[in-house]
């Protein structure tokens, strides 16, 4: 097996499906997910009617044992138990801008569970095949609205799950071994579904930042916090 192997979480549409493109169009073997395999695979008929080569998977990070069952059943099964690049790009926005009394606990723990903890599953299970492969890219796809720095008021619950994931980079980065590198990237605010269309950057534009860090040369950072390949604050 030549090509480096991708997966990229919610990729059903977005930035996740652009990226997905962008790195099968780079020569990656991509399996491009989503929580459904229909999902997946209607997502991924898009791409093939361009003429980009890609499969399709179903994998809920929010589900540990749909997390085991894509490991088992398309890394080790599919792919030797090959990893070579991770984008934790899934994840959601589950309250309105508001203040953060008028969030609730059971709010938080959504937001928490869909926007860490499964990306924190995707990792426990690609940072150990990436060591022992002696290669890794991984990217976990924040925002600057978990920055600390400039933190702010609205959207509570997705602020404190991108503080969390970003505090995740910085812990996995230093259990990652030889040729492996673990980033934060924000893309900035797309036009995207959940971005909405009064978003200031355009999907190619957000995506950049995602594929800069996943295509990392051996030389290149790891635990960092990025915007278009650039250092941002915490």
């Not at 860090?213 to 051996?218: D, F, K």
Request: proline content about 4%.
């Amino acid at each position: 097996m030549t090509q480096r192997v991708a997966v990229v979480t919610g990729a059903g549409r977005g930035l996740g499906l652009a990226t997905a493109r962008a790195l099968a169009e780079r020569g990656y073997d991509v399996c491009l997910t989503a929580r459904s395999l229909a999902k997946a695979e209607s997502a991924a008929a898009q791409l093939r009617e361009d003429g980009v080569r890609l499969s399709a998977a179903a994998l809920n990070v929010a589900d540990a044992a749909s997390v085991a069952a894509f490991f088992t059943d398309v890394i080790d099964e599919t792919r030797s138990g090959r990893i070579d690049v991770l984008v934790n790009n899934a994840g959601t926005v589950f309250e309105a801008s508001g203040p953060a009394l008028g969030v609730s606990a059971e709010t938080l723990m959504r937001s928490l569970e869909n926007n860490v903890v499964g990306a924190f599953r995707m990792l426990r299970e690609a940072l150990p095949r990436m060591n022992t492969s002696g290669y890794g890219r991984i990217v976990n796809v924040s925002s600057g609205m978990g920055s600390l720095t400039d933190m702010g008021g609205s959207h509570p619950a997705y602020r404190m799950a991108k503080a969390a994931m970003n505090a995740m980079t910085r812990i996995f980065a230093h259990e990652a071994q030889a040729d492996v590198l673990v980033n934060a990237v924000c893309p900035g605010w797309v036009r995207t579904d959940m971005g909405g269309p009064n978003a200031t950057r355009s999907i190619p534009e957000g995506t950049g930042g995602i594929v800069w860090a996943a295509t990392l040369p051996q030389s290149g950072p790891s635990g960092g916090f990025f915007r278009d390949g650039e250092p941002i604050p915490w």
